[in-house]
């Protein structure tokens, strides 16, 4: 009698840690894309231009896109990435693309900032909520980000390249 009381104590001891140690992987372990991370708030035919800002060590440079075939090659740089939720405190970072998404009627729909290739900051203008409107992310895949410079370097007839 003893050793069945015995017996179900450690397996239920077993159980529990064994449950919580999934629970805690799963948690820790839990990755979003960039579509799941704005939501609802942004169909890629309804972003009628968007501006990309490049700060880094040696100066800024401003480019605003009209051309729908350029803003889909920047919603594209987007689709496939992987995000962790994170809570930034302090990011080192030498590079920086500031990223603002504008609707058809030129409102802010959706803002990005990325901090070299390891982090991302969302702002989703169009949340219902206030705690949903800004969200940070460790990147957990590779991103390619020569796409985007080559947006500010290449300008054409329905974009306008700025350098400051």
Excluded: C
Excluded at 38 to 63: A, F, Q, Y
Excluded at 84 to 102: A, G, N, P
């Amino acid at each position: 009698m003893k050793n069945r009381r015995y017996l179900l104590l450690i397996t239920g001891v077993v159980l529990i840690i064994l449950l919580s140690g999934f629970g805690l992987f799963t948690y820790f372990n839990e990755f979003v894309t960039f579509d799941e991370a704005i939501g609802k708030s942004l169909d890629s035919k309804s972003v009628s231009s968007v501006e990309i800002i490049r700060r880094n060590p040696t100066g800024e440079k401003i480019v605003n896109l009209t051309d729908p075939a350029q803003i889909q090659q920047v919603l594209e740089v987007f689709s496939d990435l992987k995000l962790k939720k994170s809570s930034l405190s302090e990011v080192r970072f030498d590079d920086s693309y500031w990223i603002t998404l504008k609707g058809n009627n030129q409102r802010r729909t959706v803002g990005i900032t990325l901090y070299d290739d390891l982090y991302l900051d969302l702002y989703n203008y169009g949340s219902s909520s206030p705690k949903n409107v800004h969200t940070s992310y460790l990147i957990a895949s590779d991103v390619d980000l020569n796409e985007l410079d080559k947006l500010l370097t290449k300008p054409t007839k329905k974009s306008g390249l700025v350098i400051k």
